[in-house]
């Protein structure tokens, strides 16, 4: 049963990550042009070096971790799209009604993962290439391969929507993190078992615990909350309908909203260390590029529910332009957080005067609004489009600011 059953779920997911790569193959193309170096080839020799980092003796437990929890995080974001793909679609469906025994299940699985997890594994075998001596020290071979095991926990969890066995991963890695860092002795091959025992343990509670899609539909709801949403519902009905619909796709509303969260403070820390010299203008405009086109993503994630409503809306008595103008102003919204972070240490080092600041803000947020006719008319030439609107306004920032 094991040899059709992952024939059919492999041909389903070759077909939707063909679909998937054809959908996106802008950004494809855009990360080539960035990254500096080989396209594709350098991603290959980066993630080989990052975890070659990760198993040397250098760095002290707290670095490892940070390292290894990277890594991991990684791994849960390579997989998050492929979720669909990794399902096996309706056929799965079908195929829970067949005397499968759980064996054969979780071998089709492990394979599945495997397949979806090629560059990883790519990424893996050139680091494992690179470690010295493996023969007679084989502790950082069997520190990758346990790291290994713990990403894919991670993965099998996200991919099962048990994101409540995520932090069991921490002890692990803190145990493998520790084991690194201790000298050669029989406590890091120790530390590495409790390293196994927690994946282990991780991937027992992915199995068993509670699907939080399954809770009881009568549970009470705190009465904060609950007030919360009354009030929005009378005062801005607009703005629940907005909150709900980003709610429905947590994962990737929070990863746009924490990568311009990130990008803001790292642009704020260099703008501080380098005391706005030539190099800075470059640092700001490129921030705020980058977090409209990281924000602009949800101008899709808005807008596609409504269009598979848009005969009723249509019967409904709102202006043309109504949702438009909520979408905007919503995400205008959003784009305060990073404002506020890059503007502060400028407002607050005197670098820039405060009408330059204040025309470079409303630019910026001018920007953002424009970032909507492309995202949702531009098909599939969306990215592109958005991206030479950017590359025309960054260099006319960049002329403005520019001491």
């Known amino acids: ?11 389903w997911y070759a077909r ?17 042009i960035i990254v500096p170096g080989i396209p594709v080839v350098s991603l290959f020799l980066d993630g080989a070096m990052l975890m070659q980092a990760s198993v040397s003796p250098g760095p002290d437990p707290l670095q490892h971790m940070l390292i290894m929890t990277g890594l991991e995080g990684a791994a849960v974001l390579w997989i998050l799209p492929q979720r669909q793909a990794m399902s096996g679609g309706p056929f799965s469906t079908w ?5 499968i025994t759980h064996r054969t299940q979780t071998c089709v699985e492990a394979t599945l ?18 470690l010295p001596d493996t023969q007679h020290n ?38 493998l993190a ?17 390293a196994i025992a927690s994946a282990a343990a991780t991937l027992f509670l992915s199995r068993h615990v509670r699907n939080p899609e399954q809770r009881s539909p009568n549970r009470r709801k705190s009465p904060f909350f609950s007030a919360g949403t009354a009030l929005l519902a009378s005062r801005a009905p607009a703005l629940l309908i907005q909150c709900k619909t980003l709610a429905e796709h947590p994962g990737p509303a929070l990863l746009r909203i924490i990568a311009t969260l990130a990008l803001a403070t790292g642009a704020a820390r260099l703008i501080s260390i380098f005391s706005f010299d030539s190099r800075s203008p470059l640092v700001l405009v490129l921030a705020m590029t980058a977090n409209c086109l990281l924000l602009a993503g949800l101008y899709r994630l808005l807008y596609a529910p409504r269009h598979a409503m848009r005969d009723y809306l249509s019967a409904l008595p709102l202006p043309r332009y109504y949702w438009p103008m909520r979408d905007i102003l919503f995400m205008l919204m959003l784009n305060t957080l990073p404002l506020a972070i890059l503007s502060t240490p400028l407002i607050i080092q005197g670098h820039l005067s405060l009408i330059t600041l204040a025309a470079l803000i409303a630019a910026w947020q001018i920007l953002l609004a424009l970032l909507r006719w492309p995202v949702i008319h531009g098909g599939r030439r969306s990215l592109l489009c958005g991206a030479l609107l950017s590359l025309v306004w960054s260099g006319a920032a960049l002329a403005a600011v520019s001491p």
């Open 113 to 130: 993962l495997a397949a979806a997890n090629s560059p990883f594994l790519l990424i893996t075998a050139l680091a494992v290439a690179g």
């Open 138 to 175: 084989p502790y950082p071979l069997c520190s990758v391969l346990v790291m290994l095991a713990l990403a894919a926990v991670a993965q099998n969890a996200v991919l099962n929507r048990q994101t409540r066995a995520l932090p069991g991963i921490l002890p692990g890695n803190a145990a």
């Open 95 to 99: 195929a829970t009604t067949l005397p």
């Open 178 to 194: 520790m084991g690194l860092a201790t000298p050669v002795s029989p406590i890091r091959w120790l530390l590495l078992t409790l």
């Open 16 to 32: 939707t990550s063909g679909h998937l790569l054809l959908r996106h193959w802008q950004w494809i193309l855009l990360a080539c």
């Open 1 to 11: 049963m094991y040899v059709p059953l992952v024939t059919l779920r492999l041909r």
